[in-house]
């Protein structure tokens, strides 16, 4: 897989997004910004993405999403209910439709929770609520991973965008 596939697939979303005049706003993390990266590679993007951010650390959970320790305490970062948290918060910081949220471990190695690579929890909140999901890859390589991550939330939002009609 490559990130022209993943292109290809927010191609689509992107006209989906478009036909319906609905937005999306993305908090990712492990995913490094390749969800907003492919979001953003189709020209008239401004037409339904809003903004976001990489997630990476707990400062930026504090300063692009505005979340205080106390909101998140006792949620274990890469989990689906801290995804949920990320993607509602996206949603409600920047008016849109649809808050996309992501969490995991890359690889080469796992995370400090005690997740191996290949693990990723993400979210997609929208107008009749929030799903999330956990994906297990068995893989260590970090790249691929990383398009992987992506690659199924953006599917999962295509899913949940056509859900609507």
């Known amino acids: ?7 290809e697939d927010a ?7 478009v036909a319906r ?11 490094g910004g390749l969800v907003s990266a492919a979001l953003l590679a189709i020209p008239g993007a401004s037409a339904y993405f809003l903004g976001g951010g990489v997630v990476y650390t707990p400062r930026a959970r504090h300063r692009l999403m505005d979340l205080k320790r106390e909101e998140v305490r006792g949620l274990r970062g890469a989990s689906e209910p ?7 918060r996206a949603k409600q910081r920047f008016s849109v439709t649809w808050g996309l ?20 929890c993400y ?24 398009l992987t991550f992506s690659r199924h939330l953006l599917a999962t939002l295509l899913e949940q965008v056509a859900a609507t009609d």
């Open 1 to 7: 897989m490559t990130f022209e596939d993943l292109v």
């Open 11 to 17: 191609r689509i979303v992107a006209a989906a997004l």
């Open 21 to 31: 005049r609905q937005t999306v706003a993305v908090a990712e993390s492990s995913t």
């Open 82 to 88: 801290y995804a949920r948290v990320l993607a509602e």
């Open 101 to 120: 949220g992501e969490t995991g471990a890359t690889g080469p190695s796992g995370n400090p929770y005690g997740d191996p690579p290949g693990h990723c």
């Open 123 to 146: 979210a997609v909140a929208g107008p009749s609520g929030t799903v999330s999901f956990t994906l297990e890859t068995g893989d260590a390589d970090r790249l691929h991973n990383m």
